[in-house]
């Protein structure tokens, strides 16, 4: 069975760009989840997905960044304009349920905005 | 609101030697209580999670945690260490209320000298 994706590994763009991450959970999983780690700083929550709606965004920095889940499969999350401190890595989780079940992670996004 | 904290950013141990690995949390509700661990480039594993059974919980790869109510612990430890366990690990709660989403501590980098 195929693990959490997500793409692209890396990705550097200048200040005022955008970009978009792409995250595909493992298949029959409800639950998709957005976190961010800042260089130095613990990872943090953004959102939650439960199939294509948005259970909790109360994590997401600023209205700079949208995060979608067409049809309740892949998920996107998209920074526009990117800003100097967006630059870390985010990471994808899925989950087949929420109560205190395990989250499968992906290998995360490194973003540099420069 | 609930926060995790782990003691040390960076431990090192030689191989064969006990490795712990300190977690503390607050919370006025006991939480479920995860340890993860992140390998060079690639995503987050879950080494185990506490979820109210047993407070003395087994993972994978020998590792262990027991959680301590009275000293709001969940303290992550092996007794021999080997060289494969270099890695990052990261303490993470949630709560049942809360959708799933998780609250990372900081991360320890664990070093294994021969």
């Known amino acids: 069975e195929a693990g959490v994706t997500q793409f692209p590994s890396h990705s550097v763009i200048e200040k005022g760009q955008t970009v978009t991450l792409r995250c595909d959970p493992i298949?029959?999983?409800?639950?998709l989840y957005w976190y961010r780690r800042v260089m130095g700083k613990e990872i943090k929550f953004l959102l939650h997905?439960?199939?294509?709606?948005?259970?909790?965004e109360s994590g997401m920095p600023n209205n700079r960044f949208l995060a979608e889940r067409t049809g309740g499969t892949y998920s996107t999350l998209k920074v526009q304009p990117a800003e100097l401190e967006d630059s870390g890595v985010y990471f994808c989780?899925?989950?087949?349920?929420?109560?205190?079940?395990?989250?499968?992670f992906g290998p995360g996004t490194r973003l540099t905005v420069l | 609101a609930q926060s995790v904290t782990q003691l040390g950013s960076h431990v090192s141990v030689s191989e064969g030697a006990l490795v712990l690995l300190r977690c503390n949390y607050s919370?006025?509700?006991?939480?479920?209580l995860f340890w993860y661990v992140q390998y060079p480039n690639q995503g987050l594993q879950l080494l185990l999670k506490?979820?109210?059974?047993?407070?003395l919980v087994k993972g994978i790869n020998g590792f262990e945690a027991e959680f301590k109510k009275s000293e709001t612990s969940f303290h992550l430890t092996k007794p021999s260490a080997h060289m494969s366990d270099a890695a990052e690990y990261f303490c993470?709660?949630?709560?049942?209320?809360?959708?799933?989403?998780?609250?990372f501590g900081q991360g320890t980098e664990l070093s294994v000298k021969p």
């Open positions: 298949s029959g999983h409800d639950n």
């Open positions: 993470a709660v949630s709560k049942y209320n809360q959708g799933g989403k998780l609250i």
């Open positions: 997905f439960v199939k294509e709606s948005k259970q909790d």
């Open positions: 506490y979820t109210s059974a047993a407070t």
């Open positions: 919370s006025s509700v006991p939480p479920y």
């Open positions: 989780a899925s989950s087949q349920n929420t109560l205190a079940n395990e989250q499968f």
